[in-house]
């Protein structure tokens, strides 16, 4: 005879489907601040600008040779990037330079371009 593992029952506390729903909410504040960040990253040049940050501080004039603008545009989209949190800036001199504004940032820029790249050359996805 063989047997069988028990299989876990849905209505016990603690399995997936019995989670409480408030539990798998989002509250609407978060979910308004995540799409404005996600809003702020659907533009070619921003996302260019921070995939260049995302190895540390910049200027502008570096900034829009990477991002293939001019710096009057890096400019304009970075003041964009800085207001919506997801970049910063200090004075060095008359010039600004620019970071990210934390790990979650970088975190998440490589992980849309990886995700991107994996549905461009068609790299199996890994679970």
Same mark, same amino acid.
Do not use: N
């Given at each position: ?20 729903? !408030?539990?798998?909410? @989002?509250?609407?504040? %978060?979910?308004?601040? =995540?799409? *404005?960040?996600?809003? /702020? ?6 996302l ?30 970075? !003041?964009k990037?800085? @207001?919506?949190?997801? %970049?910063?800036?200090? =004075?060095? *001199?008359?010039?600004? /330079? ?30």
């Amino acid at each position: 005879m063989v047997h069988q593992a028990a299989q876990p029952d849905p209505a016990a506390p603690g399995h997936p489907d019995h989670a409480d729903p !408030a539990e798998r909410t @989002l509250p609407d504040p %978060v979910v308004d601040t =995540a799409v *404005g960040f996600l809003d /702020l990253l659907a533009e070619p040049s921003r996302l260019r600008l921070l995939w260049a940050l995302r190895d540390g501080e910049l200027g502008v004039t570096a900034l829009a040779e990477t991002a293939g603008c001019t710096p009057t545009a890096a400019s304009q989209h970075l !003041a964009k990037l800085r @207001l919506g949190g997801l %970049v910063e800036q200090r =004075a060095d *001199g008359r010039a600004r /330079l620019y970071r990210l504004r934390g790990s979650h940032i970088k975190g998440l820029v490589e992980e849309v371009v990886g995700h991107a790249e994996h549905a461009v050359r068609g790299i199996p996805y890994e679970l």
